[in-house]
């Protein structure tokens, strides 16, 4: 095809503009800048501006109703050093480690590898029918799963007692962390099973029937055909739910944090101080430490990434 | 050492296809045995369902004295070698090839002194620490071989084995391929859809259509004397020359010419169709009149380096190709004859090949 802008005549007016122009489309920085303008307000009203206003946040004493909520004051750094010293924000960072290590990167990252791996042979109907089951945990709103688990989890009447035959077992009470993190796989492997399905696809399969014909078991041939192969896969996976379930607010929805803070992961403790307390500037202070936590996460993988290019 | 011995074999794929359909064949030892056939045929079923990678749907596979057919590809001894030679990017030449052994648990030293040992008799002793990236397409061959080699089983199967290798490269590792297997002496079995490949490498042919063996024989014999139409018209770089003909009064009539019949005619074939075959190699041209030739007139001329093709048009439109030896060219328009050389040409009845055995049974 030839691209329509191949005219071999310039119009004389348009001349001067282009002899300006450096980029390729011939629009020249004005008309480009105006182009890009729209998209950059929008990042700028709803992205850079409520950063630096959390940054802003976290240095006063900003709450959500009373006196301070009209003429904040400036506290410096008071709000940080009271957050790190706080021993609700310690138990809550090891709670949404708990979280995060239990569920995204055991629980979603295993199951959704287990789940991929042992599809990949399965008749199609099989493979459509257990895909589309995993993935209707992933597609269905957060507040419609909180209320199916609320049910299936029920002291009394619960569907998981009548089960088990356990009634009156008050498994939010008793074991408000297990739930939550068995939620989340529940609700998140579909999301590692299909990166997984497509990273098993890259294999070749005369790679796994090299490992077949030596004679190697299944973990063999997972950790001489498989694994070095979807190494990044597995990295970028575990980076992005990681991430996700660490922000991750649902649990909210099913334990809303308790009881006694028993299940208060680092985005509920963020909610009820901020919003619950009204203490936005402590609560601003706590989002920058979880953004921290957040960077310090992402650069592990990505230098683990970094080391396998090397 | 060992042969292979497939019998009744049959392959089905979930959805009606099958790709091997009872078929019966004595691979010996030591042999270096090409399955060649068109793709689609089922030759790379046939040899992955000797490796065990597929399983037989019905009928035997035995290596040497043992019946492989319920056997795990593991425990069949046998070694591959892949189309895309499929070796482990993120381990060296010397893991790779070791590779085997370290999952049958040898020791490292072991390990090592075998990769050493086998490497350097297929000329990569130098090329043991470098990864497979950064080697060669003909290299990373060699690596496959030898990772084949290494744990010593009794039966090679190669698939495609040069189909990845450009086409000067093909040749040195076609000789190479040969000379090796003659050296080693293990039963050998490779796939080809390439006629020339395996004419040029095997010991023994097996010539494979829709799952089934068309012909069994030494490439002399199969490139000679295919035993039917399917096996005439595949072997061959110039294509046979296949004409309809029938017998009249003890000789055989084919595109206007009458030629003697390659085969004791008893009379029961006069005014059945036939067809007679002669590959244009086994044509010999001439400019000027001669008996029992086909005669037309020259359409093209194909330069094939050291001779060259010529087609001739005959009268009922039936086009008939010579090998001319070079500075013997016609050129396009002039008259020409063609002489079916002696003992060279070929009938065929009901698309099988008349022999005299037949005819006399017949």
């Known amino acids: 095809m030839v691209p329509a802008t191949s005219t071999p005549a310039e119009p004389a007016g348009a001349a001067p503009a282009r002899a300006e122009a450096a980029d390729v489309v011939g629009l020249g920085r004005r008309r480009a800048a105006a182009f890009v303008a729209p998209a950059l307000v929008l990042v700028l009203v709803f992205l850079v501006f409520p950063a630096l206003w959390t940054l802003y946040l976290g240095v006063t004493d900003y709450r959500l109703t009373g006196l301070a909520a009209t003429r904040p004051h400036f506290v410096g750094v008071r709000n940080y050093t009271d957050v790190l010293a706080d021993g609700r924000f310690h138990d809550s960072l090891w709670l949404t480690l708990q979280f995060v290590g239990g569920s995204a990167v055991l629980g979603q990252t295993v199951l959704g590898f287990a789940v991929a791996w042992v599809m990949r042979e399965r008749p199609a109907a099989v493979r459509r029918t257990v895909e589309a089951l995993v993935l209707l945990a992933w597609i269905l709103p957060g507040s419609v799963v909180a209320f199916l688990w609320l049910a299936l989890l029920d002291r009394d ?46 294999v070749p399969p005369s790679h ?82 979880m953004l921290l936590v957040n960077l310090a996460i992402a650069t592990a993988y990505l230098r683990a990434l970094r080391r396998r290019r090397a | 050492m060992t042969g292979v011995e497939l019998s009744a074999l049959t392959k089905d794929y979930p959805g009606g296809v099958r790709a091997v359909d009872g078929l019966d064949l004595a691979v010996p030892d030591g042999a270096f045995f090409a399955l060649l056939g068109p793709s689609g045929c089922g030759k790379t079923t046939l040899l992955r369902t000797v490796a065990g990678l597929e399983t037989a749907t019905s009928g035997t596979v035995r290596i040497g004295d043992r019946d492989v057919t319920r056997l795990p590809p593991g425990r069949r001894d046998v070694g591959m070698v892949f189309q895309d030679y499929a070796l482990f990017p993120h381990m060296t030449v010397a893991d790779n ?24 008799s297929l000329g990569l002793a130098d090329l043991l620490g470098r990864r497979p990236a950064e080697l060669s397409g ?35 590792a076609r000789t190479f391929l040969k000379k090796l297997q003659h050296e080693l002496g293990v039963t050998t079995l490779f796939v080809t859809h390439d006629q020339a490949e395996a004419l040029a490498m095997a010991d023994l042919i097996a010539v494979m259509e829709a799952g089934r063996i068309r012909q069994l024989g030494t490439p ?100 008939v190709h010579v090998v001319v030896p070079e500075d013997a060219e016609p050129r396009p328009g002039d008259e020409g004859w063609a002489v079916p050389r002696p003992g060279r040409s070929l009938l065929y009845r009901g698309g099988e090949l008349m022999t005299d055995d037949v005819a006399a049974a017949a």
């Open chain 1, 157 to 202: 009447g619960g569907t998981l007692n009548t089960l088990l035959g356990t009634p009156g077992t008050a498994w939010l009470l008793d074991h408000p962390m297990a739930s939550i993190i068995v939620f989340n796989i529940w609700r998140g492997t579909a999301f590692s099973m299909m990166l997984y399905t497509a990273a098993l696809g890259n």
């Open chain 1, 208 to 289: 796994l029937e090299t490992a077949k014909l030596a004679g190697a078991s299944t973990w063999q041939t997972l950790r001489d055909a498989v694994l070095p192969k979807i190494r990044g896969h597995v990295l970028t996976s575990l980076l992005l739910v990681s991430l996700w379930t660490f922000n991750d607010f649902t649990p909210y929805l099913i334990t809303a944090g308790g009881p006694e803070n028993r299940s208060e992961v680092l985005s509920v403790y963020v909610y009820r101080t901020a919003l619950g307390e009204g203490r936005l500037g402590f609560g601003a202070a706590i989002s920058l430490v």
């Open chain 2, 97 to 120: 090839i070791a590779y085997p052994l370290r999952i049958k648990k040898a020791g490292k030293a072991e390990r090592h002194a075998a990769a050493a040992r086998v490497a350097a």
């Open chain 2, 138 to 172: 003909g290299q990373q061959q060699r690596v496959a071989l030898a990772r084949a080699m290494a744990a010593r089983p009794k039966v090679f199967l190669l698939d495609e084995p040069l189909s990845n290798l450009d086409a000067r490269l093909r040749l040195e």
């Open chain 2, 220 to 319: 002399a014999e199969v490139f000679r004397r295919p035993a039917n139409l399917f096996v005439a018209s595949f072997i061959g770089s110039t294509p046979m020359n296949l004409v309809d003909a029938r017998v009249v009064d003890g000789l055989v009539e084919a595109a206007g010419a009458r030629l003697p019949s390659p085969v004791r005619v008893v009379g029961d074939e006069a005014g059945e169709s036939l067809v007679y075959g002669v590959r244009p190699e086994y044509l010999d041209f001439s400019p000027v009149p001669v008996d029992g030739a086909f005669h037309g007139r020259v359409v093209v001329v194909e330069n094939l380096g050291t001779s060259s093709l010529t087609t001739l048009e005959t009268g009922g439109g039936v086009l």
